[in-house]
């Protein structure tokens, strides 16, 4: 099965709201988190990325949170607006997959629609 | 214009023919990589390249072959086309690997429809 999952396949929230999304990844090994988005017909855009020495990552309306004893990472995005529906996807870096620098893994993602 | 192109974006072939995805980058990124996107497995990887010449298998390469001669270039090749290759192809670039903390940049995609 996937190493990398997510808690809620939809999520639907007000416009002005904060979202959260999560996912699970079971390979404790992993130390490299990225959060991309992803609009319809679109390929992934890069969001916010995170290191396992670090427990929160800040950008511009969006927070990274990871917690490592459970394996769980979160991305926050604070005043939801209807440009931020899409597909989010969370992605770990599997350093055993892949050759000595890893590849990162996808989680099938979450979709985000923002009502107006 | 820098950035990382597919080509084509649509494509419809018949079973049994071969058909190249194309996939070029600007930025001179030393790793590359082929995913396919479909409902229900997300993205999985194909066939990733670290260098000009040095190619390696992904979780699902049977079908496929790939080629890196020029580090800007990495074309995906389906041999013989079957219908479970119907999917969205995507390709990437990375200036490093993931396990140095790089991400990856995606193109948009290819829509490739098997019949």
């Known amino acids: 099965g996937e190493s990398v999952g997510l808690h809620l396949p939809t999520l639907s929230v007000q416009e002005g709201d904060n979202s959260i999304i999560n996912c699970a990844y079971s390979?404790?090994?992993?130390?490299?988190f990225i959060w991309y988005k992803q609009e319809s017909g679109k390929g992934p855009q890069f969001i916010i990325d995170?290191?396992?020495?670090?427990d929160k990552r800040q950008g511009q309306r969006v927070t990274v949170l990871l917690n490592k004893t459970v394996k769980h990472l979160s991305l926050q995005i604070a005043a939801t607006q209807p440009g931020d529906s899409a597909v989010y996807f969370c992605a770990e870096n599997a350093p055993s997959y892949g050759g000595s620098q890893g590849n990162l893994i996808f989680g099938k993602g979450t979709k985000l629609s923002v009502k107006p | 214009d820098a950035g990382i192109t597919q080509s084509p974006r649509y494509k419809i072939t018949e079973t049994g023919r071969q058909v190249t995805l194309m996939c070029h980058q600007t930025?001179?990124?030393?790793?590359m990589f082929w995913y396919r996107q479909d409902l229900g497995h997300g993205l999985r990887l194909i066939y990733y390249s670290a260098a000009a010449d040095i190619t390696d298998k992904g979780e699902v390469p049977d079908g496929y072959v790939v080629s890196r001669s020029k580090t800007e270039n990495f074309p995906l090749t389906l041999e013989s086309a079957t219908r479970s290759q119907t999917s969205v192809y995507f390709c990437a670039s990375s200036e490093s690997g993931a396990r140095r903390g790089y991400g990856y940049t995606f193109g948009s995609g290819t829509r490739l429809t098997v019949v």
């Open positions: 930025w001179s990124h030393s790793y």
């Open positions: 995170i290191r396992s020495n670090m």
């Open positions: 390979n404790s090994a992993s130390d490299y």
